[in-house]
């Protein structure tokens, strides 16, 4: 079992910066790659970035590369998102999910989100 909790989300002007963090509870956690999702009003779920188990991997949607950075911290079972230079279409709930299949397949396991909201 797998209990997902992020935090950091916030309401920011355009941008602006924000750190996301994903704290997790089970084993699966270390020996999973590591998501982070987001999802607008009446859109759907959509990926943003992905770390590997050991970190050196990254893989980031096309509308966050350089302005979004993912780092995890194994030994806390946390995994974080930096988000740097904000866009009002940055606005969404923010999900963390370790992967099934590299980059960006989530294992099905999912916490409450964080709300991010970018103002213009």
């Known amino acids: 079992q797998v209990q997902l909790a992020e935090s950091g989300g916030g309401l920011v002007q355009t941008g602006g910066s924000l750190r996301l963090s994903c704290a997790a509870t089970?084993?699966?956690?270390?020996?999973?790659?590591v998501g982070w999702f987001r999802q607008a009003p009446g859109k759907e779920r959509e990926f943003v970035a992905v770390i590997s188990v050991s970190g050196v991997h990254t893989v980031y949607a096309d509308s966050v590369k350089g302005r979004f950075t993912i780092s995890r911290d194994n030994a806390e079972f946390t995994t974080y998102l930096q988000m740097n230079s904000l866009k009002p279409e940055d606005t969404a709930l923010y999900y963390c999910?370790?992967?099934?299949?590299?980059?960006?397949?989530?294992?099905?396991?999912w916490g409450q989100g964080t709300q991010v909201t970018v103002s213009s």
């Open positions: 089970g084993r699966i956690f270390s020996s999973s790659a």
């Open positions: 999910a370790p992967i099934k299949t590299w980059p960006g397949e989530p294992l099905g396991y």
